[in-house]
């Protein structure tokens, strides 16, 4: 079993940075793919980034490529979202997830989902 907590959300401006925290508890953590989706109002669950167990193998969304980076810190159970020159259309709900799988882009593959956090970005 994974518990997962996000925090850093907030209101900002077009332009600006936020970086998202998922600490999770559990001792499978370590060998869990972890990745972050997003949901704005009216629309479907988006993936957004994943990162492997060991952190060597990332992938992300078209949209979000080189302004979002995910990471992660095995020993403190945290995976992280930097997410630079942020734009109004990144608003959304952000939630972490957690599989026991290889990557992969589709929210039905994920196991362990946090409750989320609000991200907003002001034109």
């Known amino acids: 079993q994974v518990q997962l907590v996000e925090s850093g959300g907030g209101l900002v401006q077009a332009g600006g940075s936020l970086r998202l925290s998922c600490a999770a508890s559990?001792?499978?953590?370590?060998?869990?793919?972890m990745a972050w989706f997003r949901q704005a109002p009216g629309k479907e669950r988006e993936f957004v980034a994943a990162?492997?167990?060991?952190?060597?193998?990332?992938r992300y969304a078209d949209s979000v490529k080189g302004r979002f980076t995910i990471s992660r810190d095995n020993a403190k159970n945290t995976v992280y979202l930097q997410m630079n020159s942020l734009k109004p259309e990144d608003t959304a709900v952000y939630y972490c997830?957690?599989?026991?799988?290889?990557?992969?882009?589709?929210?039905?593959?994920?196991?362990?989902w946090g409750q989320g956090t609000q991200v907003t970005v002001s034109s």
């Open positions: 997830a957690a599989s026991l799988r290889s990557i992969t882009y589709y929210t039905g593959t994920y196991d362990y």
């Open positions: 559990g001792r499978t953590f370590s060998s869990n793919t």
């Open positions: 990162i492997g167990w060991s952190g060597g193998s990332t």
